[in-house]
């Protein structure tokens, strides 16, 4: 049991690090970095998170601050979040459960990793929210899915 918690505790971060890491590229490649956390950030507690203010000036710095928090806010549960999921996957991909492949990691990544990004924007999203793209969800959340599959069978559960 033990030895099922920690494989799912490092498959879950790890696909957590693959959302991350897939959301910054898309988020440079766009020219508008961290826009996407930025947003989540914003839908978890509830205000806009942005740095504005005249560079220099002391808003400016109070909105670095703010933005730093905000961001720590949502980076801790993001996290968070990819550790359930990674206790879920070492359960339902445990030897004499699913099959685990590309195939339906992906599919386990991109159904329950969507369903909780819109349920949960569902929930929380205050009006100023612009929801997400559905096609970088559903991209970011089946590529979390293969990874933690793979993380799942490269470390299998001794007999």
């Not at 897939?22 to 766009?30: E, I, Q, T």
């Not at 993001?78 to 445990?94: D, M, N, Q």
């Not at 030897?95 to 339906?104: E, L």
């Not at 929930?123 to 089946?142: M, Q, S």
């Amino acid at each position: 049991m033990l030895e099922r918690v920690k494989r799912g505790t490092v498959a879950g971060l790890a696909a957590g690090v693959s959302v991350a890491v897939f959301v910054l590229v898309y988020d440079f490649v766009r020219m508008d970095p961290l826009a996407t956390p930025r947003l989540f950030a914003g839908g978890l507690l509830g205000t806009p998170v942005d740095v504005s203010g005249d560079l220099g000036t002391l808003a400016w710095v109070a909105s670095i601050a703010t933005a730093t928090w905000s961001l720590t806010l949502y980076a801790l549960a993001h996290f968070a979040l990819f550790v359930l999921i990674g206790l879920a996957g070492a359960w339902l991909f445990r030897p004499g459960g699913v099959r685990a492949n590309v195939i339906t990691g992906a599919l386990y990544g991109g159904v329950v990793g969507s369903a909780l990004v819109y349920g949960g924007l569902a929930l929380l999203t205050p009006a100023f929210v612009v929801l997400p793209d559905w096609r970088l969800v559903l991209a970011a959340n089946a590529v979390a899915g293969v990874v933690l599959v793979s993380q799942l069978v490269d470390h299998p559960e001794p007999d």
